[in-house]
T-cell receptor, first 112, second 111 residues
Framework: TQLLEQSPQFLSIQEGENLTVYCNSSSVFSSLQWYRQEPGEGPVLLVTVVTGGEVKKLKRLTFQFGDARKDSSLHITAAQPGDTGLYLCAGSLWDQGGKLIFGQGTELSVKP | EPEVTQTPSHQVTQMGQEVILRCVPISNHLYFYWYRQILGQKVEFLVS????????KSEIFDDQFSVERPDGSNFTLKIRSTKLEDSAMYFC?????????FGSGTRLTVV
């Protein structure tokens, strides 16, 4: 069974602080995606990483795919209250069309 | 920006009744999926669909479930005889290659 372990499960920080969310597995993924999900809504795609060691930036968010393609991290710099939400990582074993295996999510709360 | 649309947004049904959840994937996408999320739990894969047939399904996707692409635009999930434990958010997704884009979901409540 392929699993994606996401940590921490809950994170509460002050505005302006930095944070990192981790996603780890024993499986090698073809690609890994990060989503943000609001209550009662579908996951919204933030980024897809494909190459081992790849780093992608989206404003204050930095995503990294591990060299062995088994793990990934999301780093947020100078968090703002608008960053509050559920962040999900999801890995795919196949290049095209394969199922996504989701982590359990990180519930982030950024207090003003 | 193109998006995956799902209808209805909410559905309440009696146990044992059939329900059909509808999705319109992004028009040039080739791969279609259904996922579900029970309240407070992980998003779980149900089924993937490509070239007019199921390409992969999970153990959750038993004989009570079926999918169909009845025309060039819609993609449906049918649950034949709903059970209480089928209550969940059901998400449709589509992709061209790697990046799966999700709809906003249908909240199914079985009473």
């Amino acid at each position: 069974t392929q699993l994606l372990e996401q940590s921490p499960q809950f994170l509460s920080i002050q505005e302006g602080e930095n944070l990192t969310v981790y996603c780890n597995s024993s499986s090698v993924f073809s690609s890994l995606q990060w989503y943000r999900q609001e209550p009662g809504e579908g996951p919204v795609l933030l980024v897809t990483v494909v190459t081992g060691g790849e780093v992608k930036k989206l404003k204050r968010l930095t995503f990294q795919f591990g060299d062995a393609r088994k793990d990934s991290s999301l780093h947020i710099t100078a968090a703002q209250p608008g960053d509050t939400g559920l962040y999900l990582c999801a890995g795919s074993l196949w290049d095209q069309g394969g199922k996504l295996i989701f982590g359990q999510g990180t519930e982030l709360s950024v207090k003003p | 920006e193109p998006e995956v649309t799902q209808t209805p947004s909410h559905q309440v049904t009696q146990m044992g009744q059939e329900v059909i959840l509808r999705c319109v994937p992004i028009s040039n996408h080739l791969y279609f999926y259904w996922y579900r999320q029970i309240l407070g739990q992980k998003v779980e894969f149900l089924v993937s669909f490509y070239n007019n047939e199921i390409s992969e399904k999970s153990e959750i996707f038993d004989d009570q479930f079926s999918v169909e692409r009845p025309d060039g635009s819609n993609f449906t999930l049918k649950i034949r005889s709903t059970k209480l434990e089928d209550s969940a958010m059901y998400f449709c997704a589509s992709s061209e290659s790697r990046s799966r884009l999700f709809g906003s979901g249908t909240r199914l409540t079985v009473v």
